[in-house]
């Protein structure tokens, strides 16, 4: 696919939410789902199991589906993140921004966790402290009181407005900042952002070079 039909398909999929990609090839799976159905449905002995119209779900990518996803930035991202504290223990943990049902989840496995995040969290789960805030200065929290501390690909997205924070093309940069000034001696923060050649993609995030991090995290 040429770099310009790239980006307009690109651009299409994520503006309008459709993606004629993958309506294509569930399409194209709709014959094996029929073909499937028919098998089931006159094997004789259902086992209980009568398909009723009315509980049928189509489910039309799986069929050559790998059995999971152990590949990817944000997986690798999140076992270091967590084996690194795994391995410190520390007697508390905060997090800006992170995924919870990924690096998060990892945590609590094995000690509660405090984390901060503009967006709401809709569920409870037991172990997990979570304070709706905008994180970008951590007003609430004193100057070197914290021994752990991640953000997970979460500073990339601060002041772009995708989360319902106000815009502020600075954000990324106070956050930053506030990471030191909270972070104890001998303290660890654990990091991530997207690097590259720097830009931003707005709304969605910013990717930064590796040296503009380093600079900005002089203290540590």
């Not at 084996?83 to 992170?98: C, E, L, M, Q, T």
């Not at 919870?100 to 967006?119: K, Q, S, Y």
Request: with cysteine.
């Amino acid at each position: 696919m040429k770099a310009p039909i790239k980006s307009t398909y690109r651009l299409m999929r994520k503006v309008s939410g459709f993606d004629p990609v993958i309506a294509l090839r569930r399409a194209r799976s709709l014959p094996r789902f029929l073909r499937d159905l028919a098998r089931y449905d006159s094997a004789g002995d259902n086992w209980g199991f009568r398909i009723r119209v009315a509980d049928l779900h189509p489910v039309l990518a799986d069929f050559d589906a790998n059995a999971g996803e152990a590949s990817g930035h944000y997986f690798y991202q999140d076992l270091w993140a967590a084996r690194k504290i795994f391995a410190r223990r520390p007697n508390r943990h905060i997090d800006v921004g992170s995924r919870i049902d990924g690096f998060i989840a990892h945590l609590l496995a094995f000690m509660p966790v405090t984390v901060l995040d503009v967006r709401p969290l809709g569920s409870s789960v037991l172990g997990l402290t979570f304070v709706r805030e905008d994180a970008t200065d951590l007003a609430g929290i004193s100057d070197e009181s914290v021994d752990s501390l991640s953000s997970l690909h979460a500073v990339e997205h601060f002041g772009l407005g995708r989360y319902g924070d106000p815009v502020d093309p600075g954000a990324w940069y106070r956050a930053l900042q506030a990471f030191q000034r909270v972070l104890a001696n001998d303290g660890r923060l654990y990091l991530s952002v997207p690097v590259g050649r720097e830009r931003v993609c707005f709304n969605a995030h910013r990717v930064f070079s590796p040296m503009r991090i380093r600079d900005c995290l002089k203290a540590l």
